[in-house]
């Protein structure tokens, strides 16, 4: 459950924290915990809510990226024209994926998602006159309002780029998981056998929850492409998928925002990390051990301890003498 006056408390914090912290390189965290945010929260709509072991989740963010970078460099697409296309392409890829996925089961969806991650990174690595090889993709165009030149501003209006575009992402990915369809998925992950018996395709829900996962997190990678302006395999790499799998475990598989939220605290505590130099070599490992304290204890993860801080006290039951004097007489 989210907590609306806390929500809108945030959003409009981080709608005017620019005004206050006007350093470019805290908005560059920002902007980069948004497009995480995104990403996260996108995954969890296959792994947290319909219960399909995507593992390969990473290699939507990657097409956006190489699309952005490709169509950009080499075709002359406008970058904001981009950003919707890498969405489209990302689908497209999810609909090639789906094909020997979803009527497998546990590890071995793993498997052939992770394979298809591989895949993806193979064949950039090997075409490399198109994209780049190992070197990828320079000189990116960046974003421009006639004149204006996003990438000369202070990383202001990437700031609100970015921000905008996951706040409509993550809306659109709670409102999914409230309707008719996110209930159905719930019940798909829950109980397979029960929803087969009441009729529902399970093959079509999942098809259609990975299909809509990977738009978000293609457009992601369209931006992550334009706002680096370098287009690199390292976002198919391993490390990659497992920065943004601790982001949707911390915050809670299931919930949409609990991701969200641990993508801007992890992405600030890991460069918070960055300013100690005795701490560079341990850092991977003290966020570990965060990780699996706070999973230890909440296995729901940031969301179970909202919930658990938000939660309405019950009643207590009426046990005055009148009352129990009218309940014995019952």
Known sequence: MINRPLAIAAVLMLLLLPLVLQGPYIRHLFILAFLFAIVAASWDLTLGLTGLFNFGHIAFFGLGVYTAGILTTQVGVDPWLVIPIAGIVAALAALVVAAPTLRLRGIYVVLVTFAFSQLCLQVVMSQGDLTGGAGGIVRVPSLRIGDYNLARD??????????????????????????????????????????????????????????????????????????FRVAAPEVFSFSTSTLILTMLLVGGAGSIVGPAVAAVGIVMISEYLEQFPDLKATKHMLLAVGIILVLRFFPGGLAQISSNMFARPAKPADTTPERSEELGRR
């Open 154 to 227: 202070q990383r202001l209006g990437y700031y609100y780029v970015s921000l905008v575009l996951s706040l409509a992402c993550i809306a659109a990915l709670i409102a999914i998981a409230r309707s008719s369809l996110g209930k159905t998925a719930r019940a798909v992950r829950d109980n397979p056998e029960y929803a087969a018996a009441r009729g529902i395709d399970q093959t079509r829900i999942r098809l259609t929850m990975l299909v809509i996962s990977a738009i978000p997190t293609g457009i992601a990678g369209a931006l992550y492409c334009i706002y």
